[in-house]
């Protein structure tokens, strides 16, 4: 498909370089083979993304909403009386054995925020989402811990070989919920 009729083909693009990352990492990130992944001329995907920091940020933003979106549903799905600890300890086990790829693609993503300046907004964005959904959950300090906390334990957990078990990341989570 072409022009109007592919309306989706750049969020498409932006997946395919998404899967790339996750597969290769960033650095073997090109024009060429996320053309491959998406199953489009790569003609396409430099007039959609002309530079390869265009494509990185489009990744960016689809991984950070692809992450909210994935996170806003967990939490929709949770009970009144969760046992919050325990489900947060829950989704970081997911996120890293499950969905491993994926949260290293995003992590592969979120750091080159670090060398890009253009990129920090976006970065910052997921940020903010992830503390705005556990600030509704408990108050604004807590939230923003447990924001950090989660994204602190994911980033660890895909850089090591070893899984934490679910009483070590429960424990985390209680002791930050519990405030001391």
Same mark, same amino acid.
């Given at each position: 498909?072409?022009?109007?009729? $592919?309306?989706?083909?750049?969020?498409?693009? *932006?997946?395919?370089?998404?899967?790339?990352?996750?597969?290769?990492?960033?650095?073997?990130?090109?024009?060429?083979?996320?053309?491959?992944?998406?199953?489009?001329?790569?003609?396409?995907?430099?007039?959609?993304?002309?530079?390869?920091? $265009?494509?990185?940020?489009?990744?960016?933003?689809?991984?950070?909403?692809?992450?909210?979106?994935?996170?806003?549903?967990?939490?929709?799905?949770?009970?009144?009386?969760? $046992?919050?600890?325990?489900?947060?300890?829950?989704?970081?086990?997911?996120?890293?054995?499950?969905?491993?790829?994926?949260?290293?693609?995003?992590?592969?993503?979120?750091?080159?925020?670090?060398?890009?300046?253009?990129?920090?907004?976006?970065?910052? *964005?997921?940020?903010?989402?992830?503390?705005?959904?556990?600030?509704?959950?408990?108050?604004?300090?807590?939230?923003?811990?447990? =924001?950090?906390?989660?994204?602190?334990?994911?980033?660890? *957990?895909?850089?090591?070989?070893?899984?934490?078990?679910?009483?070590?990341?429960? =424990?985390?989570?209680?002791?930050?919920? =519990?405030?001391?």
């Amino acid at each position: 498909m072409r022009g109007p009729n $592919d309306p989706d083909r750049p969020n498409r693009i *932006a997946r395919a370089a998404i899967t790339v990352v996750a597969e290769h990492g960033i650095e073997a990130l090109t024009h060429r083979k996320v053309a491959a992944v998406a199953g489009v001329p790569l003609g396409s995907t430099t007039y959609h993304f002309a530079t390869l920091d $265009d494509l990185v940020a489009a990744a960016l933003d689809e991984a950070a909403e692809r992450s909210v979106t994935q996170l806003r549903s967990w939490d929709q799905n949770l009970e009144p009386d969760v $046992d919050l600890a325990a489900a947060l300890a829950d989704f970081v086990l997911a996120s890293i054995t499950e969905q491993r790829e994926h949260t290293i693609a995003e992590y592969n993503l979120y750091a080159v925020a670090l060398h890009r300046p253009h990129l920090r907004q976006a970065a910052a *964005a997921w940020d903010s989402a992830l503390a705005e959904l556990f600030i509704a959950r408990t108050d604004p300090l807590t939230g923003q811990l447990i =924001a950090t906390l989660t994204c602190g334990l994911l980033m660890q *957990a895909v850089l090591n070989d070893e899984t934490p078990t679910h009483a070590e990341l429960e =424990a985390l989570f209680r002791r930050a919920l =519990a405030g001391s």
